[in-house]
Nanobody
Framework: QVQVVESGGGLVQAGGSLRLSCAASGRTFSSYAMGWFRQAPGKQREFVAGISWRGRATSYADSVKGRFTISRDSAKNTVLLQMNSLKPEDTASYYC?????????????????WGQGTQVTVSS
């Protein structure tokens, strides 16, 4: 079992950067692929980025490709989401999630463990 806790959210102006961190507990962290999702008020939760359990494969939503970078440090049991060139439409609660699938999917239903989320607000 894995527990995940997000941090690093906040308020930033458009064009700025934030780095989200996901701290995971559990000895088997390296066996899980990880994903970041986000949910804005009144909208469905959507996939943002994912990374395979070995970190060799990454995937991104088209809306963030080229601006966001996901990475993992298995020695520290952390997953990072570097967000650059932020836009007001990136405003949402961001969630870290873990899946036993070797490659992260884009469907939230495929993830077994979720954090509580961290708020990101981008002002125009």
């Amino acid at each position: 079992q894995v527990q995940v806790v997000e941090s690093g959210g906040g308020l930033v102006q458009a064009g700025g950067s934030l780095r989200l961190s996901c701290a995971a507990s559990g000895r088997t962290f390296s066996s899980y692929a990880m994903g970041w999702f986000r949910q804005a008020p009144g909208k469905q939760r959507e996939f943002v980025a994912g990374i395979s359990w070995r970190g060799r494969a990454t995937s991104y939503a088209d809306s963030v490709k080229g601006r966001f970078t996901i990475s993992r440090d298995s020695a520290k049991n952390t997953v990072l989401l570097q967000m650059n060139s932020l836009k007001p439409e990136d405003t949402a609660s961001y969630y870290c999630a873990a899946t036993t699938m070797p490659v992260p999917g884009t469907d939230a239903h495929g993830y077994e463990y979720w954090g509580q989320g961290t708020q990101v607000t981008v002002s125009s």
